[in-house]
């Protein structure tokens, strides 16, 4: 199937080269999206002057800093209104290894709808985070599969892959979150929906060059959104295990 790798991007100048050109190698057959938030840094034109001349590439220019799940909103609109079977959603800061993409894309093979590249499986890795960054997201993710049943362990990762189908039984227009609570919102809504889920062991590294954009008002983002979705299905006696047991990657086991 076509597959879109879109790459939202804002101030990644040292490091959006690098992952194109490593994307063009590793997977020459699919076709990447960057979705730009008009970066004063030119992060759009070197990704510009890359698709020029490797092909393959195309630069989605947007008029300011809009937010992570808008522009990965924009991208998947782009992905299903040109026909693409499946779509892919990474950082371009290089915490995402795309050598990992190929196994990440093989995994849909096996009839599930989403591909999770997860840390907390055997085998995935995170070697530079300190020990309360390590912590904060393990807490977060068991908090977030308690409240919300869901049968994960990395919810938060940002790196997946769709298959394209289950994109369009999502509203996107109706998603709330933005940072590291969209990738759990959409974990969210697509299990609700009775899709399957798998998750793949990758190694997270911390990004060489520039600054993370972990903040204090992402994580009470994510806190407030998903107390408020437990809480209310709850409520309405909608609150249920949100995904079947997830198919194992072989070697690995479940990721229960």
């Known amino acids: 199937m076509r597959t879109l790798v879109v790459l939202p ?7 959006v080269a690098i992952v194109l050109e490593r994307l063009r190698e590793l ?3 699919a076709h990447v999206l960057v979705v730009d938030d008009n970066s004063p840094d030119g992060t759009a ?11 393959g590439i195309e630069v989605l220019r947007r008029p300011g800093k809009s937010g992570l799940r808008t522009a990965y909103c924009a991208g998947f609109s782009v992905a299903l209104s040109q026909g693409y079977g499946v779509v892919v959603q990474m950082d371009a800061d290089l915490s995402h290894d795309p050598a990992a993409l190929p196994e990440l894309l093989d995994a849909l093979d096996t009839g599930v709808d989403l591909v999770l590249g997860s840390r907390y499986v055997p085998r995935g890795e995170i070697p530079d985070w300190s020990w309360w960054r390590r912590g904060l997201s393990r807490w977060g993710n068991r908090y977030a599969a308690t409240v919300l049943g869901l049968d994960v362990l990395d919810a938060t990762s940002g790196f997946r892959v769709y298959r394209a189908d289950v994109l369009r039984r999502i509203d996107l227009a109706s998603l709330r979150a933005e940072g590291y609570a969209f990738q759990i919102e959409m974990t969210y809504r697509l299990a609700a929906g009775g899709g399957r889920i798998v998750e793949r062991p990758i190694r997270f590294t911390e990004r060489a060059q520039g600054s993370s954009k972990l903040s204090a008002g992402i994580i009470g983002e994510a806190l407030v959104l998903v107390t408020w979705w437990g809480g209310r299905d709850r ?17 690995v086991g479940s990721s229960s």
């Open 45 to 55: 034109d070197i990704a510009g002057a890359v698709a020029t001349r490797s092909g």
């Open 9 to 15: 991007t804002y101030q990644e100048a040292a490091n």
């Open 235 to 251: 409520l309405l006696g909608l609150f249920t295990r949100r995904a079947s047991k997830p198919v194992a990657a072989p070697g």
């Open 27 to 29: 997977v020459p057959e």
